[in-house]
């Protein structure tokens, strides 16, 4: 005669990627209202990424208003009176908006020979951001397009700063 397993203890159950991305919403929510400084924010939103079990996504969840629910994260609802914060712009918009934004800057800094770097630079900046939101916020096709505008951003910054520090050496020296 076999025993099967006790499965009623919470930390056996793993959490889906949909839990995750609810939990990272959810300290997303909190951090904009203030109860979670910067640095609790991201320590928490690693320990949500991280997290294998419902368990590890309460922990990163832990001390904040939100009512969770004992068998799965998934019926966790807002309080009464708090109006979910739509975003600025969806993960898939950032995206997209990263990689074209970032290549043009690219293009711009590389195809003036540094010149149009007034341009160029907040550009580039904003590709960056964009492509940080949607990595962080979307699906994972979306993600890899996040990356791909995070890195063209980062680079034409980069470039963008170069022609910029440029500029200030040869205004120096004159």
Do not use: K
Not at 81 to 96: D, K, R, T
């Amino acid at each position: 005669m076999t025993q099967s397993l006790p499965m009623d203890h919470n930390d056996a159950i793993r959490a889906s990627d949909a839990d995750r991305e609810r939990a990272l919403g959810l300290l997303r929510d909190h951090w904009l209202a203030g109860r979670l400084t910067l640095e609790e924010y991201e320590e928490r939103c690693d320990e949500a990424t991280r997290g294998r079990f419902v368990d590890d996504l309460r922990r990163a969840i832990r001390e904040l208003p939100y009512p969770l629910p004992e068998q799965a994260i998934d019926a966790v609802a807002p309080a009464p009176g708090v109006a979910p914060q739509p975003a600025a712009v969806p993960a898939s918009g950032s995206a997209i908006a990263s990689v074209v934004l970032g290549t043009l800057a690219l293009l711009g800094i590389i195809g003036s020979f540094g010149m149009l770097f007034i341009l160029t630079l907040p550009a580039s900046t904003w590709a960056w951001g964009l492509g940080r939101r949607a990595r962080r916020s979307g699906t994972s096709e979306m993600r890899v397009l996040g990356t791909v505008g995070e890195v063209l951003g980062i680079v034409a910054t980069a470039l963008g700063c170069l022609a910029l520090s440029a500029c200030a050496v040869i205004i120096g020296a004159a």
